[in-house]
């Protein structure tokens, strides 16, 4: 064999091996592929489903792997996942759009909402703030597309998620279930502001199973953190409210079990559950702490309440519901979904039965 020829083979072992190892590299773990579903029977709804499941699966991989050169260089020569990212986030962007399009177009009456203030803070005359930041009409047209974005991630799958897992804690846990709905039940006119074991128990599902599982930052510049950890500028510094929310450091010897209780001072023995008592959000970083900590948390609790409250009293009345899968028991709690919000894997799945007369 020929010198060159020798240095060919030579050259396609070690690509064969640089490639081999990036695929395992770059491979996205088993546990965070979703589970496999059942086809949809209208196909092109089903065609609409899958496309934003592959996306989200693609999605959770970027978010929990280090960019590796292989996707820097993806990124930009725009091809492979990168290509199928940007190609998401314009399915995305173009429904906000038309959501913000429409909006422009009608004349405004009646009670201005959220889109609508934002709107009016950048038409302000006097250039206020975000008039500045972004004068020219495109700009201002694409801020409102972002706010649109961003209100539905935060405000939409965040709730959605702690209630599913509400649900199925009330019925892995029949004695909290139980004094949910006397709750409920004793507040027919439907104020939740005063029901603090309603608030305690989706505080305590939200303890176990976090909207948010994990969060961070990049440090911008060198520091040393509280607990004596140093910190590079540029690096990662992240938590998890999934992990803290079940440490027995934490919340003791009792922290993997659904006790609304821990969050109630004793009330005065008169059917009274207690009153809500809070804790400090570096305990418990739900809804993340400091400056940038969440806009929608009270409106968040208004909302999950409400419908909590409505569902249950429903169903106190007319019908009954049981949770069919996942089974509900504390020994054998349900496979969770890591995307950015944390999801139950393959959903809840109730029946509901009108009750007969
Ligand atoms: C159970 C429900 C919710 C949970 C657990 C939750 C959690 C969080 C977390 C962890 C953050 C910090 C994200 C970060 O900066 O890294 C955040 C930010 C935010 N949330 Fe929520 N959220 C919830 C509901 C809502 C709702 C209903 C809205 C509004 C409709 C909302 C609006 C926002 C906004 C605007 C921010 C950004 C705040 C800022 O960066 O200054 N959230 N949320």
Redesign the pocket.
């Known amino acids: 064999m020929e010198m060159s020829q020798v240095a060919y083979v030579l050259l396609f072992l070690v690509t064969a091996g640089l490639l081999f190892r990036l695929r395992r590299r770059g491979a996205a773990p088993a546990e965070l592929t979703t589970t496999a579903h059942r086809p949809h029977p209208n196909p092109v709804l089903g065609n609409t489903v899958e496309f934003i499941r592959n996306r989200r699966r693609f999605f959770d991989w970027r978010a929990l792997t280090p960019l590796t050169f292989v996707q820097k260089l993806r990124r930009l020569l725009n091809v492979g996942n990168s290509r199928r990212l940007r190609e998401a986030v314009d399915v995305i962007d173009d429904y906000a759009m038309s959501v913000v399009e429409s909006k422009m177009a009608r004349r405004e009456d009646g009670d201005p909402d959220l889109l609508s203030r934002f709107k009016a803070a950048m038409d302000e005359e006097d250039g206020g703030e975000l008039g500045a930041m972004f004068p020219t009409p495109e700009g201002k047209r694409r801020l409102l597309r972002d706010v649109v974005v ?2 539905v991630l ?2 939409k799958d ?2 959605s998620s ?1 209630l599913t897992w509400f649900f199925w804690l009330l019925a892995a846990n029949p004695r909290c279930d139980r004094r949910v709905r006397d709750e409920v039940s004793r507040s027919p006119d439907g104020d939740v502001k005063g029901m603090h074991y309603l608030h305690a128990a989706i505080t305590e599902a ?1 303890r176990l199973y ?3 599982p994990f ?1 961070g930052r990049v440090a911008v510049a060198d520091d040393v953190l509280p607990g004596g950890a140093a910190v590079r500028a540029g690096w990662f510094a992240n938590y998890s409210a999934y992990a803290m929310g079940r440490m027995e450091k934490l919340w003791g010897d009792e922290c993997l079990m659904f006790s609304p209780e821990r969050w109630l001072q004793v009330g005065d023995g008169d059917g009274d559950a207690g009153e809500f008592v809070g804790v400090d959000a570096a305990r418990y970083p ?3 702490a400091g400056p ?6 009270e ?2 609790y208004v ?2 309440k409400t419908v909590a409250a409505a569902v249950l009293r429903r169903v106190s009345m007319g019908f009954s519901m049981e949770v069919a899968a996942p089974a509900p028991s504390m020994k054998s709690p349900p496979a969770y979904e890591m995307t950015a919000t944390m999801k139950m894997r393959g959903g809840l799945w109730v029946r509901l039965r009108k009750r007969e007369e």
Not at 292 to 297: P, W, Y
């Open positions: 961003s209100f935060a405000g965040t709730t702690a939200m976090p909207p948010v969060n739900v809804f993340h940038r900590v969440c806009l929608g948390k409106m968040a909302q999950m």
